[in-house]
C-alpha cells in the first residue's frame, strides 16, 4: 500500500452533492435558543453565498410561508436571485412531492441538509433520505434548535443512524480544498470576510498589513 497525494472520497466538492436548506424562516428562529441568531444567520448566509459561488445545486424550501412561518432569510435567497422556493404543509421535507421531485431531477446521491429545528426539520428528511439509500451530510451550526439539548440529540440520532456532521466554515473550505485554486480564491476569502466571523477578520487583517494570501 502506498499514499497518493489524493482526496478522499468521503469529501464534498462542489459537484458531488445536492444542498438542501430547509426552513430558515422567522417564525422558526424565535423559539430556536440552541445557537444565538445572529450567528444562526452568519453561517446560513455562509453555506448559502459558498454553494452559489460554487455552482452546487440546491434547493430551497419552507414550511407555510405566507400563512404562518414567514419568510426564508434574505442572507440566503440573496444568494440564489430568482430561484422558486419549495413551500410544503409537512414537517418533513422528505415527504413533500415537490420537493423529492427536484431531488430526482437533479439526481445525486449525496445530500447536504441543514435548517430550523434540528430535531424536527432536518431529522425527519436525513432519516427519511438514509433509509431510501442515499449519503447524508448536516451542517450543524447552520441548524438550531429550541434547546441545546434538542439539537444535540437530535445530532446524536442522526449520527447514529449513518449522518455525517460538518460546520459551515468546514463545509466552504471543504469546495476550495486547494489555495491554488486561484478561480475561486478571491470568491471564497470575500465570502469569510463577510460571514465568517473571527476568522474573516484575521483574513482581513493579514491582506490589510502585509498584503498576505493562502496560495502564493
Not at 10 to 33: E, G
Not at 79 to 108: C, H, Y
Not at 113 to 123: A, H, R
Amino acid at each position: 500500500m502506498s499514499a497518493t497525494a489524493t482526496p478522499g472520497k468521503l469529501l464534498v466538492s462542489p459537484k458531488d452533492h445536492t444542498l438542501i436548506m430547509i426552513d430558515f424562516q422567522s417564525q422558526m428562529s424565535f423559539a430556536t435558543k440552541s445557537i444565538d441568531a445572529v450567528l444562526l444567520r452568519n453561517n446560513a448566509a455562509l453555506v448559502a453565498h459558498a454553494a452559489a459561488g460554487f455552482g452546487v445545486s440546491t434547493i430551497l424550501t419552507t414550511v407555510a410561508e405566507k400563512t404562518f412561518s414567514g419568510p426564508m432569510f434574505s442572507e440566503i435567497t440573496e444568494a440564489f436571485p430568482g430561484q422558486k422556493l419549495l413551500d410544503r404543509t409537512s414537517m418533513n421535507t422528505w415527504e413533500d412531492a415537490a420537493v423529492i421531485e427536484e431531488v430526482n431531477r437533479i439526481g445525486k446521491k449525496r445530500l447536504v441538509m441543514c435548517g430550523l429545528w434540528t430535531s424536527v426539520c432536518i431529522v425527519g428528511p436525513t432519516l427519511s433520505a438514509l433509509d431510501q439509500g442515499f449519503e447524508v451530510y448536516v451542517i450543524a451550526d447552520a441548524c438550531g434548535d429550541v434547546s441545546d439539548e434538542a439539537h444535540e440529540r437530535a445530532m446524536d440520532r442522526m449520527a447514529q443512524a449513518g449522518v455525517r456532521p460538518m460546520t459551515s466554515l468546514q463545509y466552504m473550505l471543504e469546495l476550495q480544498r486547494d489555495w491554488a485554486r486561484t478561480e475561486t480564491y478571491d470568491m471564497t476569502t470575500g465570502i469569510a470576510k463577510k460571514f465568517g466571523g473571527a476568522y474573516g477578520l484575521g483574513i482581513i487583517y493579514a491582506k490589510s498589513m502585509f498584503g498576505a494570501s493562502e496560495g502564493h
